[in-house]
């Protein structure tokens, strides 16, 4: 395995490849881009000719074995170094190309530039052996998708710069001498990038690989139903980008008659579509994955190329009309495709072993390579059988792309079979596109990445609690490792909004409840008990009985949310011999949420204690509200006796008159009801509750209202469980002359009281 660069020498290393990245896009737009196309058009070439041309681009990846036969005597990046000069100095002969032109020498000046372009990509493809070992030593770690793609928007952007400045000097009908200046700029350019790729550290163990064996290759990957699929895929995208990019400059010229300086600034926008694409797949490829983002940049292509079939002939003479529609082809095309082809690299990088890297690489370039050069040389023939019988520039155009949108079609049914290699599915990659809140966590997460001050990370980390999306999870997984606490706290918190968790976070957070107590383990706790997490059932009972009460609280809690009935006894035994009010609390709270009429007992048992402090109080019969669900309508009732205590009496009598007032407003005079026998016991009960209560909070005499309790016929309430153990506990409460000053608790009897009338009303009607 291939030992990874320390980060301060990777982004040194990453540095260089940058700078090296830029000349190299300069020379390639200087010598082999859109221009040398245009150059041949000029010099008369037929569209055989242009096909040959840009098939020797593709031809170039065939010599990737002599370059893997090289690097086993010599260093892997020595050999891309001197062969970056030596393909920029082959570039000399189409430097004297136009003044062949000028002579009257045309088919030399063709010959010249046929040969100075072959030799070009026949030592580039030499030299790409050292491509794909120094891009993934170089682009190791959590980001390679980003930065493998920020390589490519670096491309894209020096090469539409480029070309602008080159379509501004050409202008609308150069001589053909310029192009040689530019040329001899491009050389400089290619010299240079040569000389920088240098200074980029050598992968180790490349030079060591065994002898190549092309037959042994292509057999260990067509063995592979997954690698076999994605080559088939491969062969079709690489087919269709190449032939509809090389030839929309002929048909720009041909069919629309656009002139040099126009096309280049066509293939401006071509770039800035390229940039564009590459700028969202840096944003998007490692947060959904690398499959989709391959299949929605085919269908953009596939989109883009329908109006070529369907434009009408009519609206070809129009100048506004087809300026327009040629920026939108080649800004569209440029960012389907060279979308399509980015993002495949990245995917294949993924499928593949890290030790199969230079050999896989090779086999990548050599598909790559047979569908281009196939592709481009069988597009120019076409065109020119066409012409020969007959046919228009304007429908053999029509022909070819129809052609190219089938193909692009079968390549997009394919892609559906990819292996996810841990990317979402396309109609969750296109939701999380158009989601407001996943396109702010990703900016988040990204500007989280790059920040190195402990400040900004926390307020990151607090802006992605408030705007909870699973695409965060790992990176506040990896945050949640930070040797700073409140990092910690923070990544860990921002994962209690997410709708569910991970198993990765589960086994994160369980780690966490383990490893840091009297920390964020109490976070980590609640968390799982939210998230129904039930393989922490084990680990969480454990914990309960932790010296640190907030995890123990916590863990207390999760196992009542977690419907854990079994582990219900033990917390009442826990809270009932703790002295620490938090953890009583908690174990109250959490037996409100088991909800289970025993617990009662251990409840009222608390409130007995020695002298529980009023928090205390509240909490528990807001538990035994919970149990008795009515927990909701009493805490209204507890608010208001908190805002002022005497009026105590005077909640208590309110309770009890709204009791009779609903039944006079709903029974008084009712003829008819489910059960007529139970009218009258009803009626006598409804009437007696406000003087049993008024004989309680004013007379201090609890007799009345108890016996109140237990006169309640029990077969009417079957339906609520915790019926018979209320009406048991309370109606010996009331005659307990040591609880007379628990005002709480005796405000809870009066309220419960009141909404059995309530209730029983509500089910005889």
């Known amino acids: 395995m291939i030992s990874p660069l320390s980060p301060y020498r990777q982004g040194k290393a990453r540095a260089v490849f940058n700078i090296f990245n830029t000349f190299n896009a300069l020379s390639w737009n200087l010598l082999v881009g859109s221009i040398i196309t245009l150059f041949a058009l000029r010099l008369g070439?037929?569209?055989?000719?242009?096909?040959?041309?840009?098939?020797?681009?593709?031809?170039?990846?065939?010599?990737?074995?002599?370059?893997?036969?090289?690097?086993?005597?010599?260093?892997?990046?020595?050999?891309?170094?001197?062969?970056?000069?030596v393909r920029a100095l082959g570039m000399i002969p189409v430097v004297f190309a136009p003044l062949a032109a000028?002579?009257?020498?045309?088919?030399?000046?063709?010959?010249?530039?046929?040969?100075?372009?072959?030799?070009?990509?026949?030592?580039?493809g030499i030299g790409m052996i050292g491509n794909n070992p120094v891009l993934s030593y170089l682009s190791a770690g959590s980001d390679r998708g980003s930065y493998m793609t920020q390589i490519q928007i670096i491309n894209s952007a020096t090469g539409m710069f480029s070309g602008f400045a080159i379509a501004i000097i050409l202008g609308r009908n150069p001589p053909l001498f310029l192009y040689s200046f530019i040329m001899t700029v491009g050389i400089i350019c290619g010299i240079t990038s040569g000389a920088l790729i240098k200074k980029v550290p050598e992968p180790p163990g490349v030079g060591k690989a065994e002898k190549i064996n092309l037959t042994g290759i292509f057999r260990d990957a067509f063995s592979q139903p997954p690698i076999k699929l994605f080559l088939t895929i491969l062969m079709i995208v690489a087919l269709a980008s190449g032939v509809s990019r090389t030839f929309?400059?002929?048909?720009?010229?041909?069919?629309?008659?656009?002139?040099?300086?126009?096309?280049?600034?066509?293939?401006?926008?071509?770039?800035?579509?390229?940039?564009?694409?590459?700028?969202?797949?840096?944003?998007?490829?490692?947060?959904?994955?690398?499959?989709?983002?391959?299949?929605?940049?085919?269908?953009?292509?596939?989109?883009?190329?329908?109006?070529?079939?369907?434009?009408?002939?009519?609206?070809?003479?129009?100048?506004?009309?087809?300026?327009?529609?040629?920026?939108?082809?080649?800004?569209?095309?440029?960012?389907?495709?060279?979308?399509?082809?980015?993002?495949?690299?990245?995917?294949?990088?993924?499928?593949?072993?890290?030790?199969?890297?230079?050999?896989?690489?090779?086999?990548?370039?050599?598909?790559?390579?047979?569908?281009?050069?196939?592709?481009?040389?069988?597009?120019?023939?076409?065109?020119?059988?066409?012409?020969?019988?007959?046919?228009?520039?304007?429908?053999?155009?029509?022909?070819?792309?129809?052609?190219?949108?089938?193909?692009?079609?079968?390549?997009?049914?394919?892609?559906?079979?990819?292996?996810?290699?841990?990317?979402?599915?396309?109609?969750?990659?296109?939701?999380?596109?158009?989601s407001y809140r996943?396109?702010?966590?990703?900016?988040?997460?990204?500007?989280?990445?790059?920040?190195?001050?402990?400040?900004?990370?926390?307020?990151?980390?607090?802006?992605?609690?408030?705007?909870?999306?699973?695409?965060?999870?790992k990176g506040l997984l990896e945050r949640a490792r930070s040797p700073r606490l409140v990092t910690r706290s923070e990544s860990i918190r921002a994962l209690e909004h997410l709708e569910n968790l991970s198993e990765d976070a589960e086994t994160a957070l369980m780690n966490d409840i383990v490893n840091n107590p009297f920390t964020t383990a109490y976070i980590s706790a609640r968390i799982l008990g939210n998230h129904g997490c039930v393989s922490a059932i084990p680990l969480l009972r454990e914990l309960a009985s932790s010296t640190d009460y907030m995890l123990a609280g916590e863990a207390m809690i999760a196992l009542a949310k977690l419907r854990d009935m079994a582990f219900c006894p033990q917390i009442e035994e826990i809270i009932l011999h703790t002295d620490n009010p938090r953890l009583k609390i908690m174990g109250a709270e959490s037996l409100g949420i088991y909800g289970l009429p025993h617990s009662l007992y251990a409840l009222l048992e608390m409130l007995q204690g020695a002298n529980p402090p009023p928090?205390?109080?509240?909490?528990?019969?807001?538990?035994?509200?919970?149990?008795?669900?009515?927990?909701?309508?009493?805490?209204?009732?507890?608010?208001?006796?908190?805002?002022?205590?005497?009026?105590?009496?005077?909640?208590?009598?309110?309770?009890?008159?709204?009791?009779?007032?609903?039944?006079?407003?709903?029974?008084?005079?009712?003829?008819?009801a489910r059960n007529k026998d139970a009218l009258p016991v009803l009626s006598r009960q409804a009437e007696n509750i406000q003087a049993a209560?008024?004989?309680?909070?004013?007379?201090?005499?609890?007799?009345?209202?108890?016996?109140?309790?237990?006169?309640?016929?029990?077969?009417?309430?079957?339906?609520?469980?915790?019926?018979?153990?209320?009406?048991?506990?309370?109606?010996?409460?009331?005659?307990?002359?040591?609880?007379?000053?628990?005002?709480?608790?005796?405000?809870?009897?009066?309220h419960w009281a009141a909404c059995q009338i309530r209730n029983w009303i509500n089910r005889l009607k």
């Open 248 to 434: 929309l400059v002929v048909y720009a010229r041909e069919v629309f008659f656009q002139e040099d300086g126009m096309i280049l600034l066509f293939s401006v926008f071509g770039g800035l579509g390229n940039l564009l694409v590459g700028m969202l797949i840096k944003f998007f490829v490692d947060k959904i994955g690398a499959k989709p983002i391959l299949i929605i940049c085919t269908i953009v292509s596939l989109a883009t190329m329908i109006p070529i079939v369907f434009f009408s002939s009519s609206a070809v003479g129009y100048l506004t009309t087809g300026v327009l529609f040629l920026s939108f082809l080649f800004f569209m095309l440029n960012f389907g495709f060279l979308g399509s082809e980015g993002i495949a690299q990245t995917y294949f990088m993924g499928l593949i072993p890290s030790e199969k890297t230079l050999d896989m690489g090779i086999l990548y370039f050599f598909v790559f390579g047979i569908a281009g050069a196939g592709g481009s040389f069988l597009a120019g023939l076409l065109l020119d059988i066409l012409t020969f019988f007959g046919c228009s520039p304007f429908v053999s155009f029509k022909i070819l792309y129809a052609i190219i949108i089938v193909l692009t079609a079968m390549a997009i049914h394919l892609q559906r079979k990819l292996t996810p290699l841990g990317a979402l599915s396309l109609a969750g990659a296109v939701k999380i596109m158009f």
């Open 693 to 750: 209560v008024s004989a309680f909070v004013h007379d201090h005499d609890g007799s009345a209202l108890s016996r109140w309790i237990l006169e309640l016929p029990a077969h009417y309430f079957s339906r609520d469980p915790a019926f018979e153990t209320a009406q048991t506990i309370f109606s010996e409460v009331l005659l307990d002359n040591e609880m007379a000053s628990y005002q709480r608790l005796h405000l809870l009897i009066i």
């Open 102 to 124: 000028y002579l009257g020498h045309h088919d030399t000046a063709l010959g010249l530039t046929m040969l100075g372009v072959a030799i070009f990509h026949v030592i580039r």
């Open 45 to 85: 070439a037929s569209s055989t000719y242009i096909g040959t041309l840009s098939a020797l681009l593709y031809i170039s990846l065939f010599f990737l074995p002599l370059g893997k036969i090289l690097a086993q005597r010599f260093k892997i990046v020595s050999i891309y170094s001197f062969a970056w000069v």
């Open 615 to 672: 928090y205390l109080r509240d909490e528990v019969v807001l538990a035994m509200a919970a149990i008795l669900e009515i927990q909701q309508q009493f805490y209204r009732l507890l608010v208001g006796f908190h805002a002022d205590t005497a009026l105590a009496p005077a909640l208590a009598m309110d309770e009890a008159e709204a009791a009779y007032e609903f039944f006079k407003t709903n029974m008084s005079g009712r003829k008819s």
């Open 438 to 473: 996943e396109l702010q966590a990703i900016s988040l997460l990204d500007r989280l990445n790059k920040t190195r001050d402990s400040h900004q990370e926390e307020l990151l980390l607090g802006a992605l609690h408030d705007a909870p999306s699973h695409l965060a999870t």
